[in-house]
């Protein structure tokens, strides 16, 4: 097991491997030991206009990683494929409910062999189908930019939507964390944390930086000091 874990912290931050350098992943993964889990994005040039990489790769980040793998799916036919990286050990497994074909299914089956299930939807999803099926997640994603692409600029746009699932959340006494994803940055990831979110992913503001576990505390700081402006 990890040594460290914040599943009760108030905020997590994941940066995205997609920023990182390839060559050097092991490296890389040490650079950010002070993160709560590594996101690792995996695409399959079909469900969006990139490929990255499949379970072979994520078995190794598993294998070398001082923290726990967010896996991010952006794959057709999750329904089939996402078992496969529960299986490989990822602490957290997120498939795009555009899609699965039986979410609350696949969740139950994730969760059963030892994961944590994570739903995700593209900025133009509505999120009030996900309001009856809170229960059945532990982590809803709503994409912060177009899946596919890392290096995006940060979408306000979609804030209103969190904002309503944050409160839904609320409302229903779950315990689901909300996860965003796309140009979070130390200048982003207060809107994004007013607006309800407590999971962070970055990825160029963390592996761009010269000192990727400062950029990570620094973000850290900011999303706790606006989620705290929310809650007074």
Known sequence: MHSRSHEDSDVRINPSILAADFVNMQAELARIAGADFVHVDVMDNHFVPNLTFGPQMVERVQATSPVPLDVHLMITDPDRWAPGYAELG???VTFHLEAATEPVALARRLRAIGSRAGVAVKPATPVEGLFDLLD???QILVMTVEPGFGGQSFMPETMP?????AEEARRRGSSVWLQVD???SESTIGQAA???ADTFVAGSAVFGSDDPDAAIRALRESALRHRHDVAS
Not at 161 to 165: A, G, P, W
Request: aromatic share 6%; no cysteine.
């Open 90 to 92: 990822a602490a957290s």
């Open 136 to 138: 059945d997640f532990d």
């Open 161 to 165: 939507k969190l904002h309503r699932l």
């Open 182 to 184: 796309g140009g979070i």
């Open 194 to 196: 007013q607006a309800g």
